[in-house]
């Protein structure tokens, strides 16, 4: 059952709610695919968890942590082959738990962005490293449930979101510094990613919020935004247009992508009224077309099973390219695609499985397009991490 396979978290909150609306239509098809077989395989040594950013012009670099060090290297996507890994977190120790995936960003220039989460005395810390930089703590004193970082460049600066005692923090660059804004949202789902995206003149923060609605918890995800370049936010905004009530944390975030000036948002949830036995969950889709002010109804992408941790990539044609994972016997990494800005997908073949990867069922994916190129990064149940690279029919 779902709720055996999510972990309790301990949390309160009194918090208005989120409108609730009938069950979203299923997907439809559009015209995309990728071959079946992967192009090459490369196999990322000893790693926990793992992320891939690119630029679109130069090399894809990957990162990925072990038990001991946040590790990058540049991926040659013509030979299939990584450039000579290097150890970037300055003998700060990460976390390693396969959510807890570096964040990576490449700039125009070719330089490198990336930060991690280190335990620091009794709490924790974010780390960040700009273009190869020594990795500095940028989130102030260490607190506990100080996680799940995530870094987006805008303009060619970084804006990085990250949680800190269940609280929505917001990192942005000001001259050689990082600059945190904190309490951006004061409770928070603890467990789940934040986002950060620029849709128009507007930036905004996609996440997985805490509720107490009719003395329950929900945990819906949401949005808020800033139209003065991240100083100052609005009202946090439903994502989802109906409740998911659960005391357990998913560890399962949100993912956002921009097509236009239309920002387009991924995530899983069980809510009730789709999945009354909670012994499944769906991938859901949402767009705003005002920079996050509002969302439409709901786009349930997926049918039956356990299906979490959506990640997205924009191609060259402006098509969205969605992997999540989908947990059972055989286990593996799902594929859709949306040629029409996200109003709908089409499912496709899986693109991993238990066996046809290492035996261990693949999880915490992340992706880019890079040319004719989706290249996603796994690790699996039996403590090894990949990338693979499938060519875009």
Not at 96 to 103: K, T, V
Not at 193 to 206: E, M, W
Not at 339 to 362: M, Y
């Amino acid at each position: 059952m779902l709720a055996a396979l999510l972990a309790m978290a301990a949390c309160t909150a009194d918090r208005a709610s989120t409108s609730e609306t009938p069950r979203s239509p299923t997907s439809t098809a559009v015209e995309n695919s990728v071959d079946v077989e992967p192009l090459f395989r490369v196999d990322l040594d000893g790693a926990v968890a793992a992320n891939i950013a690119t630029n679109g012009t130069d090399s894809p670099v990957v990162a990925w942590i072990t038990v001991d060090h946040v590790i990058a290297s540049a991926l040659d996507p013509i030979a299939g082959e990584l450039a000579e890994p290097r150890e970037v977190d300055g003998g700060v120790a990460p976390i390693a738990h396969p959510i807890e995936r570096p964040a990576i960003a490449v700039r125009s220039d070719g330089s490198v962005d990336i930060a991690f989460t280190s335990v620091q005395g009794s709490g924790a810390s974010v780390f960040y490293s700009a273009g190869g930089s020594e990795p500095e703590a940028i989130s102030g004193t260490p607190q506990m449930e100080t996680n799940l970082v995530h870094v987006t460049l805008v303009d060619d600066s970084p804006v990085l979101a990250w949680l800190e005692a269940s609280t929505l923090s917001v990192g942005l660059e000001e001259g050689d510094m990082i600059s945190e804004r904190e309490l951006v949202d004061d409770q928070t789902c603890d467990c789940c990613n934040p986002v950060p995206a620029l849709a128009g003149d507007a930036l905004v923060i996609s996440y997985r919020d805490f509720e107490m609605v009719d003395g329950e918890i929900v945990r819906d995800v949401v949005a808020v935004a800033s139209t003065d370049g991240g100083d100052t936010y609005g009202d946090v905004v439903p994502v989802a247009d109906d409740h998911w009530f659960i005391t357990g944390c998913p560890f399962s975030g949100p993912s956002s992508v921009v097509v236009g000036d239309d920002l387009v948002v991924a995530w899983m949830d069980g809510r009730q009224s789709v999945h009354p036995g909670q012994q499944t969950s769906s991938i859901w889709v949402d767009r705003s077309s005002d920079g996050g002010s509002t969302f439409g109804p709901d786009l349930e992408v997926t049918g039956e099973g356990l299906n979490r941790w959506p990640v997205m990539a924009v191609d060259g044609e402006g098509v969205i390219h969605l992997v999540w994972e989908t947990a059972g016997p055989e286990g593996g990494l799902s594929y859709a695609t949306s040629a029409d800005d996200g109003r709908t997908f089409r499912v496709r073949d899986a693109l991993v499985t238990r066996s046809t990867g290492d035996g261990g069922a693949p999880t915490s994916p992340s992706v880019v397009v890079h040319d004719d190129l989706l290249i996603v990064t796994w690790t699996t149940t039996s403590g090894r991490g990949h990338v693979g690279a499938w060519r875009i029919g």
